[in-house]
């Protein structure tokens, strides 16, 4: 019996994935998230940024956009992304 050890991917490469990353609302929050973008799509556009403040205005939900390239890119992205001080939740 064999076991693969990456089932096949959904996503179908290139493509464009969004990726909501959520956060205190603190100076220099988009420019984190946005920097980190740039480096894994460097044709990311910061103009199709989407925020959203939480109810109380506490939280600031940043959706990005970017053009997937594989697996593994999204991967470190999110890995880069769920390990970095200001970012609280990546989905």
Known sequence: ???SADPPSLIKYPSRFPIKVMGAKVDGFVDAVTSIAKHFDPAFDVGSVELRDSKAGNYLGIT???NATSR???D???RT???HPM???VL
Do not use: A, D, R
Request: glycine letters at 0%; hydrophobic letters at 50%.
């Open 72 to 74: 593994e890119q999204l």
């Open 81 to 83: 992304l769920s390990t």
């Open 64 to 66: 990005i956009t970017i």
């Open 87 to 89: 970012v609280k939740i």
């Open 1 to 3: 019996m064999s076991i």
């Open 76 to 78: 470190e992205l999110y």
